[in-house]
């Protein structure tokens, strides 16, 4: 499997399984919450640990530092920031909560892939 698909799956349990209630409820008040900060390192550490799966099988020596530094930040100024929702209310996108949570997890996946093609 390729590093990028490592990081897609460690995104899925992240950022959806490891994700509570209460995480998701009170991150939407504001980008100094207790609740974004734990989502937030817990799915950092998530990708961290998905990332070192894949760099077992591909020999590879990733810059964890910088690698985890921009998935806390990016994924700290998606969530707290509420960007999917700044982006759809921008573009006049339906309010369908679906539509947000595809540009939210698009978000998501687009610094993945930044990630992999520029930082390794």
Same mark, same amino acid.
């Given at each position: =499997?390729?590093?990028?698909?490592?990081?897609?799956?460690?995104h899925?349990?992240?950022?959806? =399984?490891?994700?509570?209630?209460?995480?998701?409820?009170?991150?939407?008040?504001? =980008?100094?919450?207790?609740?974004?900060?734990?989502?937030?390192?817990?799915?950092?550490?998530?990708?961290m640990?998905?990332l070192?799966l894949?760099?077992?099988?591909?020999?590879?020596?990733?810059?964890?530092?910088?690698?985890?530094?921009?998935?806390?930040?990016?994924?700290?100024?998606i969530?707290?920031?509420?960007?999917?929702?700044?982006?759809?209310?921008?573009?006049?996108?339906?309010?369908?909560?679906?539509?947000?949570? =595809?540009?939210?997890?698009?978000?998501?996946?687009?610094?993945?892939?930044?990630?992999?093609?520029?930082?390794?």
């Open positions: =499997m390729s590093t990028f698909a490592w990081l897609v799956i460690g899925l349990v992240g950022d959806w =399984m490891l994700q509570t209630d209460w995480m998701a409820r009170e991150k939407q008040n504001g =980008m100094a919450t207790r609740a974004l900060l734990v989502h937030c390192l817990i799915y950092t550490g998530t990708l640990a998905f070192a894949a760099a077992t099988r591909h020999a590879l020596a990733p810059p964890y530092l910088t690698v985890g530094l921009t998935i806390l930040l990016s994924h700290w100024f969530d707290g920031a509420r960007l999917a929702a700044r982006w759809s209310q921008l573009l006049r996108q339906t309010k369908q909560e679906f539509v947000r949570i =595809m540009v939210d997890q698009t978000l998501h996946l687009l610094v993945l892939a930044f990630v992999v093609e520029f930082l390794f």
